[in-house]
Structures are given as C-alpha cells and as structure tokens.
C-alpha cells in the first residue's frame, strides 16, 4: 500500500487525543474521522487536528469508503466487540488494551481476526517504549537473562476520572487492564509462557464495584518470576515502575526514563534516546501498526500474540472469584 493511510479514531478522550498527537510525526497517514460520545466536545478536538468527519455512531464512519483503517480509544467494555465490528467492515483495526474484559470475547476478536486476513492489533505499548525495548534488545542479544521483575502500577483514583482529570461514563479495571500490560510484558521479555499465576485483591470499593488494590505473582516456563503490585488508592509518586533482575544487571524502567542500579554505586542513565525513531511509545505503536499494513504482515502485539495474557488474566479472575 503506498497511498495515503485514512483512518478513523474512536474515542476523543485522553487516549484518543496521545494517538493524534503520535500520529502527527508519521508520514503517509491522515485521520479523516473522530467518533466521540458526545458530538460538541469531539468537534472541538476535530477543529484542533483537523480532521473533517465527526460521528457519535462508529458505524457512521465504518460506512466511509476512504476509511483503512480504525483506531479504538473507547471504553474497555466495547474494545472486543467494536474491534470485531470493524473487521466485519473491512477495516485494519488497532484496539487500545486491553482488547476484551473476557476471555471469550477475546477468542472470538482472534477468529474475526483470522476469518478476515486483515490487521488488528492491540496497544500493548509496553513493548513498544524504548526502555523496555532497549532490556529486549539485550535479552536477544543474550547479554542479559530475567530472574525476577518487580512491577509497581500506582494511581490515585479513589474517584471515577480518567488520566486529564475528566469524570469517566466507564469503570477502570485493575486486572483486566493495568496488570495486562505486565502479564503481556514478562512473558514478552522472558521469552518464555506464563506457567503460574496467583492473585490476591484488597476490599471491593462500595460505589466502584472494583477492587482498588491487587497483588499479582507470575512464573515463566523457564523459570523467570514476576511480582506486581497494582493501587489505586495510592497517594503517590503515580505510576508503573519497572525492575527488572537478570543474572548480568538490575534495570529500573520509569516509563521512557531507564536506569541501571548498582549496589555500591549511584544509578548510571541509560541513553535510549537512539533505540528507535521516537522516545514516544504511542506513536511507536503506532508505527508499528501501520507499517503492518503496508508490508501485509502480522505486528508485533497482533491480536493472536497477545492472547496468552488474556489467558492468565481469566484465570487470576476466576481466583478471585472463587
């Protein structure tokens, strides 16, 4: 494909807007269409991207005939079903994660995906910052080998508001959610299949429904482990910190930002400004996806890849249920 890439982007919240704001750097793509909930609040962010056509209805722009490709950024009960929508329209799909609240629903997005011959990937965008790229690139290399991670996911959300302090028309999900982004992540990085899975989660909040606090403890097939530790009750410093112990360093991932720990030593900067063509992970996932499209090729964090997380998370779920 060497036209122009048109897509549709659902979902003009937070999310939404980090994609449009990738998607800017990368040449060959146009976004001609925003899907929002509310038509007055998605105008305004059309008029300041520039994009044309605003829909509250994502069939609305499923019906464009220019439309490539989508791009969802709605809420986690709709990716599945919304992701499967588009394949049946034709559409190269890119769910933001995670790509369903349940198992099932994620086996069938897969068979869609397969049925269709056609892209979908979900935003697993952990594997696409450069710190962490950097620890896989080492990994590969075989100059590093994990024994343990130590994964720290804190927000301070004891309210119903998304991440520009807007109120949210959904419920956030601390395993169906956050913790896939680790659960995909160690088993990416080990190189290895999650083999053990064990959850523990703290009071359900009265009026969320939602535990607002989780431990998680993973072992790979090689015998790597996994510690996380999720709270949205955390009075901060906010965010996911990432440790990563291997039998020739400690790295410790803060987003974008990677240091190497020594015992005796202050931390020693890592420089991955030079492992890709952006420090911005959004918009490396986004590359990815439509590279993808262009070469005819299965991405990296296809929806068939990413599958196994969603595995394990069905088991955490069906421990803590019973």
């Not at 290399?141 to 959300?157: C, H, K, L, S, W």
């Not at 996911?240 to 790295?251: K, S, V």
Request: with cysteine; charged share 20%.
């Amino acid at each position: 494909m060497s036209k122009t890439i048109k897509v549709a982007l659902a979902g003009a919240g937070a999310f939404g807007i980090k994609h449009l704001d990738g998607i800017k750097n990368i040449d060959g793509v146009e976004v001609v269409s925003l899907v929002g909930r509310r038509l007055e609040p998605t105008q305004e962010v059309a008029s300041k991207y520039g994009i044309g056509h605003v829909a509250t209805d994502l069939a609305e722009s499923l019906a464009l005939p220019e439309v490539d490709a989508v791009i969802l950024c709605t809420p986690t009960q709709l990716h599945a079903e919304q992701a499967i929508q588009c394949l049946q329209a034709g559409k190269h799909v890119q769910v933001e994660i995670p790509m369903c609240d349940s198992l099932a629903d994620g086996q069938r997005l897969v068979a869609a995906q397969q049925k269709s011959g056609l892209v979908a990937m979900c935003g697993h965008t952990r594997r696409f910052n450069p710190s962490h790229q950097y620890v896989n690139k080492k990994i590969k290399a075989g100059e590093f080998n994990i024994q343990q991670m130590d994964v720290q996911t804190y927000f301070f959300r004891r309210t119903n508001m998304n991440a520009l302090g807007q109120a949210r028309s959904w419920t956030d999900h601390l395993l169906w959610h956050h913790a896939a982004h680790t659960v995909d992540l160690f088993a990416y990085q080990a190189g290895s299949p999650i083999v053990k899975a064990n959850a523990v989660q703290g009071p359900i909040h009265p009026e969320l429904g939602i535990a607002m606090d989780m431990s998680i403890q993973l072992q790979a097939a090689n015998g790597a482990i996994c510690t996380l530790s999720l709270s949205f009750n955390n009075d901060g410093p906010l965010g996911t910190f990432f440790r990563y112990i291997g039998d020739t360093a400690t790295y410790i991932a803060r987003y974008d930002d990677l240091v190497q720990s020594h015992a005796k030593e202050p931390e020693t900067v890592v420089d991955v400004s030079k492992v890709d063509v952006s420090m911005n992970g959004i918009e490396l996932q986004d590359r990815e996806f439509f590279a993808a499209i262009r070469e005819g090729r299965e991405p990296n964090s296809s929806v068939a890849q990413v599958l196994p997380c969603y595995e394990v998370l069905h088991n955490l779920e069906q421990q803590l249920k019973a």
